[in-house]
């Protein structure tokens, strides 16, 4: 698991290094400067001529830092400092008075540009900026960019909101982003992800006093997040799934979900759906178990059975908003005492009434992306967009349940735990049916009895990994559903 924390964490962990454990704030800093110099050193920047462009604050003192060690190798090396000297901190003063001892070229005059030089070192703003660039830093962020210089920014690029990853005005456009201790949301979520480049997560001593509020997945992390398979064991033991999916002549969703919850290892999956889907979804993938309904005339004793032999249920995918839509998922909303995954038509259904979560009396997950989280809150979706983590955290905890709030970067919330932010996946997987197939791998995992508050975000890891591998196959315009769950078969044999 790797953490990501918010500035204000960040910040906390620093001071408690400094004030309580003892190692000082500018031992801190030259830690920080002398990885920042490594990662220069080994990634074949250009250091003919190196421009560090600082702040006042502590990100310019690690700046400052990086420049004195540049010179001790005999590089050209400017330091540019921005901004109002009255505001510096203790600790960039005391660089600045070791820099010129070592006879720094400082340049405190707004540059016309930077192209003159071959790398440049953004130590302009940390973590912590919260208002809009302007003035001279936006001019010079500008320049910078403007430069096509190669560019390593220092904790995390200059203008952008360490909590959010929003752009605050403008922004430095990073090669690479050294921070330290932990990565930061900021680096994590879109457009910041894309501006920092490469992240280089730098261990500098800082110590942590308590773990982060976000965190995110490694790769070397999958064998441990997959549910046991015991060799003595038959389909009984890897759980029982329920695909309530599909509409009349309408099966794709059915069937992607279905196919997905299999090929993660669920023991045995069975469709409820409308009865012209039955003798496509038996050609298309024979495994499958199938009680066929006639629209318009739901038999609750039927479905009821069907409740109490699942493990899991999936209800929603290519439903419609039909009648019957509403009257099922009431139904097993009221009776189920099994994990229950709402998605797709599920949740427009619960959007008309949200009060049918009064009902439940099991774990409850549901899957919106951004138009269906928009219909679910009455809110924008530029603004649930703007707000991911947020949004998914407060809905998690108004109706005490876990929120998958799909996106490029998906958000997987729970009330009083901490959030997990996705980094798996590719634009490709922007298709008809992907979502289909995420639920359903959800819905495997947990029939194989990994806990839904795990499940949640393992799936959502694992089907942007199944996305990653189909990429290096097909591309990021053919790619399709189906190539997803053909691609869980490779990343499941680890």
Excluded at 56 to 78: E, F, M, P
């Amino acid at each position: 698991m790797q953490y990501l924390v918010t500035s204000s964490e960040m910040k906390h962990y620093d001071a408690y290094t400094s004030n309580t454990i003892g190692l000082p704030s500018l031992v801190l800093m030259e830690r920080a400067a002398l990885a920042v110099v490594n990662q220069l050193n080994i990634n074949g920047y250009n250091l003919n001529k190196v421009a560090v462009v600082c702040g006042y604050g502590n990100n310019g003192g690690d700046g400052i830092a990086v420049a004195r060690l540049l010179k001790l190798q005999h590089i050209d090396v400017d330091v540019y400092l921005i901004g109002e000297a009255e505001n510096v901190s203790d600790e960039t003063s005391q660089q600045i008075k070791i820099a010129q001892n070592y006879n720094i070229k400082f340049i405190t005059s707004l540059a016309e540009s930077f192209s003159q030089y071959t790398t440049i070192v953004d130590a302009i703003f940390g973590i912590g900026l919260n208002r809009f660039v302007t003035g001279d830093f936006l001019h010079t962020i500008e320049r910078i960019n403007h430069s096509n210089v190669d560019v390593l920014a220092i904790d995390i690029p200059s203008g952008l909101c360490c909590d959010t990853g929003k752009i605050l005005g403008t922004a430095i456009k990073a090669k690479q982003t050294v921070t330290f201790a932990y990565s930061k949301i900021g680096l994590s979520l879109y457009p910041g992800v894309e501006l920092a480049g490469e992240v280089i997560i730098a261990d500098i001593g800082i110590y942590a006093t308590s773990p982060a509020s976000h965190y995110t997945y490694q790769s070397s992390e999958l064998p441990q997040l997959l549910p046991r398979r015991l060799n003595n064991s038959h389909k009984g033991n890897h759980g029982k799934v329920l695909v309530i999916a599909g509409s009349e002549n309408m099966s794709g969703a059915a069937y992607f979900a279905a196919k997905a919850a299999y090929k993660t290892g669920a023991g045995l999956v069975r469709i409820y759906t409308p009865i012209s889907n039955r003798d496509i979804l038996l050609t298309q993938l024979p495994e499958l178990l199938l009680t066929p309904f006639i629209v318009n005339n739901i038999d609750t004793k039927i479905l009821k059975e069907l409740i109490d032999w699942a493990s899991v249920i999936v209800i929603g995918p290519g439903m419609g908003l039909s009648d019957d839509t509403h009257k099922i998922l009431s139904h097993v909303l009221k009776h189920a005492t099994v994990p229950i995954i709402i998605d797709a038509d599920g949740i427009n259904v619960l959007a008309q009434n949200i009060k049918l979560l009064q009902l439940v009396q099991s774990t409850i997950i549901v899957t919106p992306h951004l138009g269906e989280m928009a219909r679910l809150i009455n809110q924008p979706i530029e603004k649930i967009k703007d707000n991911l983590i947020p949004t998914a955290k407060k809905f998690a905890q108004d109706y005490r349940l876990i929120c998958v709030l799909k996106d490029a970067k998906t958000i997987v919330a729970m009330p009083e735990q901490a959030t997990y932010i996705n980094q798996t996946g590719n634009s490709g997987m922007a298709t008809g049916g992907s979502g289909d197939v995420l639920t359903g791998v959800m819905a495997g995992l947990i029939a194989q009895h990994l806990p839904p508050t795990t499940a949640a975000s393992v799936s959502v890891y694992l089907h942007g990994l199944a996305g990653d591998a189909s990429l290096k196959k097909q591309n990021k315009y053919s790619l399709l559903a189906s190539d997803i769950i053909d691609s869980l078969n490779q990343v499941l044999s680890v």
